[in-house]
């Protein structure tokens, strides 16, 4: 394998750049292959193209070897050697039994040995999230970290230096001019110090950063400083200002009434009957957008809530696609994603059942619960624009489908049935303690409610 310094990364540091805004893309000659496959989407071109150059690049630098399988060892693989300085001979041996995978490996560790002379921590931050995007394959995520970068990062006066340089020093000075300078919120600072670990710790990981400059840096130190301060004891029933937070009953009722006048005076509104459910259920509007007729259990009056619709920006487009598990169900194993039952009763039924025989009317044959007058399903962003524009019909600054999550769990739930945080829980689909940080607000109109019943001890005494 050659020295690291006499390998030229310029082209491919090219061809990286333009994947990441589909622009810019180098005047090169495109193999057959690539024209024959991918001509039709660019994005595809240039991550061929990548491909084809990290193979390049390793092919010239280093030797790949192949082992046939023998009587002694009955394994296949490829093979090659790298430096290594702790091994004896200074060598390492690397193998593999995909020839393309031990190719991407070789190529990580001549690129490596480039980075810890000279990057940046901005340079770090783009490895870091190629590094992110092999084990993690959502663009989504991708935007918001380079949207974080962008608002708490770019400008830094560490952001061009050597990563190696930094020091605790530097990210208390960064932060105080950023809390100085920002309106930051917990949530906000929070998404800076997920940028913050997702370089240091990706340069601590491939031997970039020595020391961690984090060490002696305390969040709490800088709540005081931030949008709002109040930190929740976890055990609190009820802690924040609902006017912020959640609609009140009545409030619910009005959005209700618009959405039904809708519906009276157009053919079809599906994003009506979908908002409707939503008020009524708590469900996600991911998982809402997802919901199936065979989803629905009328003889057991129950609803499957076990999929969600999610979109991801493509080639400047977003693609929308169904996965078979909810948003807290991500992490575990296919076998264990069972979904959840949330019961139907009489009021979601009636919805149903009238959504139903619309559907009928209209010959409209659909899987989907939700779904355009050509039986497509829904997307998040339509129901989202839909949703909004109700709220702000009616003069509400939340607008957004989380309230009526929040809503349905402290106004029903709680004040209403009663019902334990683990069983709000089970019905919304997330953790205990995240219902009662989270989901769980006084009612509006606390004190006027909390004077009638005075009034009513009052009289019976």
Partial sequence: MKKTADIDFNFIMQLETARKSLEGLPQVCFSDKIITEYASDKEEIITSMIKEEHERIVRE??????????????????YAYVY??????NRRRLTNKDEKKLIECLFDILREGRIRKDASFKEVFEYAIDAYLCDNPSTNTVRKYRADYERFIAGASFED????????????????????T????????????????LVIDYGINKGIIGNDPRI?????????LLKSSSTPNKHEEYYSDSDEAILSPEEINRLKDIV???????????????????????????????????????????????RQQLDELRSGKHVFYEVPFTKNEKKL????????????????????????????????KSEYVFCNDKGRFITVRGYQRYLRNKCQMLG?????NHALRKSLNSNVFVAKLGLTPTVRAELLGHSESTNIKFYTYAPKDTTASVLDAFHRIRDVG
């Fill in 333 to 364: 194993e296919p076998d264990k994603r069972k979904g959840r039952m949330f019961p139907i009763y009489d009021e979601i039924e009636e919805l149903l059942l009238e959504l139903k025989s619309k559907q009928d009317e209209l010959g409209i």
């Fill in 216 to 224: 002696g840096f305390k969040n709490k130190a800088y709540y005081d």
């Fill in 182 to 197: 920002k309106t930051i919120n917990k949530k906000a600072f929070m998404a800076y110090k997920g940028v913050l670990n």
């Fill in 84 to 89: 290594d300085p702790t091994c004896i001979k």
């Fill in 161 to 180: 230096r050597g990563i190696g340089s930094l020091r605790l020093e530097d990210i208390k000075a960064h932060t105080m001019q950023l809390l100085k």
């Fill in 396 to 400: 509400y600054e939340i607008t957004n």
């Fill in 260 to 306: 039904r006048d809708d519906i009276s005076k157009r053919k079809y509104v599906y994003f009506g009957y979908a908002v409707i459910l939503a008020t009524l259920t708590g469900m996600r509007v991911g998982e809402i957008c997802a919901l199936h007729w065979s989803d629905i259990h009328f003889s057991s009056k129950e609803i499957h809530i076990h």
């Fill in 61 to 78: 630098n280093c030797e790949i070897y192949y082992h046939q399988g023998t009587e002694s060892n009955n394994k296949s693989y490829y």
